[in-house]
């Protein structure tokens, strides 16, 4: 504990004395302020990043009147989906909603379901998209949802959405994300055990109100930030299953795209990485490399010594990502073979152009809520869960038959596949000496190689070509071949042997 105190003292003398950052930011004086603004600022970043103006940095409203109902769900159309005479919203299945969440002081819970364009009894897969802080309408209108948003703000159908192969939940979460909202600040989450026994919670109301759906197989997936809500919110199901506590819920399996899990592990893989790409110069990598103990000794402390320890850990750390970024200049770190233009790395603002439409409120029930497309205070009040290691739960789920997928597009700088490869073959379960020695075979879709897989038991990690961070945006037909794929058993074999039928 006093080598712990120690660490933490220098390592704050040297922050705040602006000797870490300096890199980030070469032309202020990063004093004590700056410092503890550097996640705000870095939240504010990832918000521009996107073209994205929310009015509010986290959804806040006050009920007028106190209910004693848990869930209220409506079936909806989007208004300018397939234009007139298309399907009813009875034909549709596409429901919206709001839970109230039950051990909070206000919070209610949005969430979008969309039954499967396919058959009934396909399985249940619920969508978490990161940030932290981000909504999930971001996947519903541009990676993986049933329609696209056009330059009209109409919508179109997208044609590889999961929602052929599957019942699709997407869920505003953590609450003060997209439309879900509270009045109390105390609704704020700040750690995965506040975040996943809100995810319970919400399934086993979701489940009583559709017990038709209770015994199909259930899958939870995600990107990016969810790298750390979904081996959370899969063990807080597992751990309920076998208590009993509720309604069972057949998991079979956790998917993480190009996500955020073992920061230990996945921080010293960007300068590899970076340099692999070009990004920086052989001098540049030996430089930012001297910062790297510092980098995984504070990971190591946040993983033992709580909050403070883990600010230290995230502004060290992220200052490596930082130096990487002035160096790379206006590359796109969520896509390297492309460029940003100024602080736009991606164009999403139609997302909150069509929610704001007085029409598509109407029809999804929220009247004049706010809408916030990523929250910078969700944002915030996450960072001391940012540098947790949430690998560690994870190979008791691998041991107990829980199938793992985990899929990084190749050219994803910030949760890159490199990273994410190394915490996967590090992990210690059973399976780790049969998976590390398990040939690397072709995932191909149409007869062309799509990717590279490994393989062993209920794990699979896949490297996507030609893909980002956002692997069903820029993949489509892969991503959902891949889902399909896995959630039959059939990705590890090659596909003139394990074909599915068409997507």
Not at 65 to 93: C, H, M, W
Not at 236 to 254: D, M, P, S
Not at 263 to 283: F, G, R, V, W
Not at 392 to 419: K, M, R, S, T
Request: aromatic content about 12%.
């Amino acid at each position: 504990m006093a080598l712990a105190s120690l660490f933490l003292s220098i390592t704050f003398f040297l922050l705040f004395s602006g000797l870490f950052c300096s890199a980030s930011f070469p032309d202020e004086d990063l004093g004590f302020s700056a410092t503890l603004d550097f996640p705000k600022v870095q939240a504010q970043k990832l918000i521009r990043g996107l073209n994205l103006f929310p009015k509010d940095s986290v959804n806040k409203h006050r009920d007028d009147e106190a209910s004693t109902v848990t869930i209220v769900e409506k079936r909806f159309r989007f208004p300018g989906l397939a234009g007139n005479g298309g399907p009813s919203v009875e034909d549709l299945g596409h429901h919206a909603g709001y839970y109230s969440l039950p051990h909070s002081q206000s919070a209610r819970m949005f969430y979008f379901f969309f039954e499967s364009r396919g058959k009934k009894d396909d399985p249940v897969v619920i969508w978490l998209t990161g940030g932290p802080g981000c909504s999930s309408e971001l996947a519903v209108f541009y990676e993986n949802g049933p329609f696209h948003i056009t330059k009209n703000l109409s919508l179109e159908w997208n044609e590889y959405g999961w929602d052929k192969v599957s019942n699709l939940l997407y869920v505003d979460q953590p609450i003060g994300t997209g439309f879900s909202y509270t009045s109390d600040e105390k609704d704020i989450r700040h750690n995965e055990k506040g975040v996943s026994d809100d995810l319970y919670e919400f399934l086993q109301t979701f489940f009583k109100e559709h017990p038709q759906y209770a015994k199909n197989d259930f899958y939870i997936t995600g990107e990016s930030y969810a790298g750390h809500y979904i081996p959370a919110f899969a063990a807080r199901v597992h751990q309920g299953n076998k208590a009993k506590e509720g309604i069972h819920i057949n998991l079979k399996g956790f998917a993480i795209g190009n996500g955020l899990t073992d920061p230990e592990i996945q921080y010293p893989a960007y300068t590899d990485y970076a340099l692999d790409h070009k990004l920086i110069s052989n001098s540049d990598y030996k430089k930012i490399n001297k910062e790297l103990p510092a980098c995984t000794k504070a990971i190591k402390l946040c993983g033992t010594d709580g909050a403070e320890t883990c600010m230290a850990a995230y502004v060290l750390c992220n200052n490596i990502f930082s130096t990487i970024m002035q160096i790379a200049g206006s590359v796109n770190y969520y896509d390297v073979r492309k460029q940003c233009e100024g602080d736009l790395c991606y164009d999403f603002s139609n997302m909150e152009n069509f929610l704001n439409l007085k029409t598509v409120r109407d029809s999804l029930g929220v009247g004049d809520l706010e809408f916030v497309s990523c929250s910078s205070t969700v944002y915030e009040a996450m960072v001391v869960d940012w540098m947790r290691n949430l690998e560690v739960g994870i190979p008791a789920l691998l041991e107990d038959g829980i199938n793992l997928l985990i899929y990084a597009g190749e050219y994803d700088l910030i949760c890159n596949w490199l990273g994410n490869s190394r915490w996967v073959h590090a992990m210690e379960w059973s399976g780790q000496k049969d998976f590390k020695a398990s040939q690397t075979i072709s995932f191909s879709v149409d007869g062309k190689e799509a990717g590279q897989l490994k393989n062993h038991g209920p794990l699979t990690f896949l490297k996507v070509h030609d893909a980002g961070h956002m692997v069903p945006m820029d993949q489509p037909k892969a991503s959902l071949q891949m889902l399909k794929a896995w959630m039959q058993g059939k990705l590890a074999v090659p596909e003139e042997q394990g074909k599915t039928s068409p997507v």
